[in-house]
Every structure is written in structure tokens, then in C-alpha cells.
């Protein structure tokens, strides 16, 4: 009966699989008319692997850096739903289930201020902060962005690694 068990524990191993966790950074998109000037936006921030050296990981960021006024940002009509925080907060959703969520780290942040703010001083500027709740493969602060090689199973890391094996960078265009 004792080897049974580890036999069994050893098959549903095989039955857990990784999912990709999509947090972006830097989210709060700058005002287009302050400058010329686009600072990077809605990071990815992916640990990844280093073969030579001491060190065992590095972290590489992949930003965006044109200006928001040139996306086309879809019209979701409900497909994602969205929530104020004072909805989030009335269903005991804490900022740690939001970051499993893959809510952009800035939401994230907010929440908990908001969280936090609620029984010392109670600003009701955050109460309409929204928070769209994006299935994968989409993602971003109004699921704007879409995994086109998404594998459920697959890692941030290794999604941008086919990528990048299936497009091969050309430095020259």
C-alpha cells in the first residue's frame, strides 16, 4: 500500500502544470501634450536564465514605447469583466490575489493604498479606480494585449523564448 501511494502521488505530478503570470510595470501612460518625448510604458519584466557567470538569472525588461493615442484599444462590450476597487474591497479581494490575477503592478499598488487608506482617512478618489479582469492569453490595464503564441502550461519566460526562436531578431531593420 506504502509504494501505491507514491506511485500515484509520482502520476499526478505530471498533471501540475506552470501558469503564465503576466504583470506589467510602468502602466500609468504619460500626458501626450507635456513633451515629444514617449517614455517606455507597460513593461514585462521576465526573469531569465544566464549560462555563463556567477549569477544564475538576470531580468530582462520588454517595454512598449509608442504613444498610447496610437493604439486602437477595442471596445471589450463585457467580455472582461471589470470591478472599482470598492467592489473588490466588498468581495475581500486583497492586492495579493490581484497580482495572481496578472493585474498590472500599478493597479496592484493602488488597491492596496486603497485598502490601506480606507479605515484611517478614507479617500473616495480611489473608489473608481477600475480593474479589468483579463483571461489569458489577454492581458494589460484594459486587456489590450494579446499572447499570440500562448501555451497554458508555458512560462512568460519560455512564451517570449518561441517567440524570438520562431522570429529571429535582425538588428538591421
Known amino acids: 500500500m506504502f509504494h501505491i501511494k507514491y506511485l500515484f502521488y509520482f502520476i499526478l505530478l505530471h498533471f501540475i502544470f506552470a501558469t503564465a503570470q503576466v504583470n506589467l510595470y510602468y502602466t500609468d501612460w504619460i500626458n501626450e501634450n507635456e513633451s515629444s518625448t514617449v517614455l517606455q510604458h507597460d513593461c514585462l519584466r521576465v526573469s531569465?536564465?544566464?549560462?555563463?557567470?556567477?549569477w544564475s538569472h538576470e531580468?530582462?525588461?520588454?517595454?512598449?514605447?509608442?504613444?498610447?493615442?496610437?493604439f486602437h484599444i477595442e471596445n471589450n462590450n463585457g467580455?472582461?469583466?471589470?470591478?472599482?476597487?470598492?467592489?473588490?474591497?466588498?468581495?475581500?479581494?486583497t492586492s495579493q490575489q490581484l497580482?495572481?490575477?496578472?493585474?498590472?503592478?500599478?493597479?496592484?499598488?493602488?488597491?492596496?493604498?486603497?485598502?490601506n487608506q480606507i479605515s484611517t482617512s478614507y479617500d473616495k478618489s480611489l473608489e473608481?479606480?477600475?480593474?479589468?479582469?483579463?483571461t489569458l492569453p489577454r492581458f494589460g490595464s484594459m486587456c489590450q494585449y494579446e499572447l499570440m503564441f500562448y501555451h497554458h502550461h508555458w512560462s512568460?519566460?519560455?512564451?517570449?523564448?518561441?517567440y524570438y526562436l520562431i522570429y529571429e531578431y535582425d538588428p538591421t531593420n
Do not use: H
Open 128 to 134: 473608481t479606480q477600475i480593474f479589468f479582469n483579463c
Open 48 to 54: 531569465a536564465p544566464i549560462k555563463d557567470g556567477i
Open 156 to 162: 512568460l519566460y519560455d512564451l517570449i523564448m518561441s
Open 99 to 115: 497580482y495572481i490575477w496578472s493585474a498590472p503592478i500599478n493597479t496592484v499598488e493602488r488597491y492596496q493604498f486603497y485598502l
Open 59 to 70: 531580468i530582462i525588461s520588454f517595454c512598449m514605447n509608442d504613444l498610447p493615442s496610437k
Open 79 to 93: 467580455i472582461f469583466p471589470k470591478f472599482t476597487f470598492v467592489e473588490l474591497s466588498k468581495q475581500n479581494i
